[in-house]
């Protein structure tokens, strides 16, 4: 089972910016997919946005599109979510999510069905004042 531990959330003001961390037990590159969530008080969890890694693919929720980066690092065990443009409806509960499993589940289409995702972190709050 992999393991991941979110980072990075915080409280801002409107139009600022966060950096959220995901670290895993293991290399994200071996990881066919990894994710974010978001859960907001009284709502559903919703996905934000995922990258696969093989081949490369990228997907956003409509909301974040352009504001929201995904990205690996170098360390090749985090991935990170950088947020700019925050907006106080971008205020939730952020969760890590990945399909590490052999042979892999997710693809594409899927992307945003988290009972897909095998491995989840606890969470990171962020909250975004007007």
């Known amino acids: 089972q992999v393991q991941l531990v979110e980072s990075g959330g915080g409280s801002v003001q409107a139009g600022g910016s966060l950096r959220l961390s995901c670290a895993a037990s293991i290399s994200t590159y071996n990881c066919n997919a990894m994710g974010w969530f978001r859960q907001a008080p009284g709502k559903e969890r919703e996905a934000v946005a995922t990258?696969?890694?093989?081949?490369?693919?990228?997907y956003y929720t409509d909301s974040v599109q352009g504001r929201f980066t995904l990205s690996q690092g170098t360390t090749k065990n985090t991935v990170y979510l950088q947020m700019n443009d925050l907006k106080p409806e971008d205020t939730a509960t952020y969760y890590c999510a990945a399909d590490c499993i052999d042979p892999p589940r997710l693809f594409g289409g899927i992307w945003r069905a988290a009972g897909y995702y095998a491995s989840w972190g606890q969470g990171t709050q962020v909250t975004v004042s007007s």
């Open positions: 990258i696969f890694t093989d081949p490369f693919e990228e």
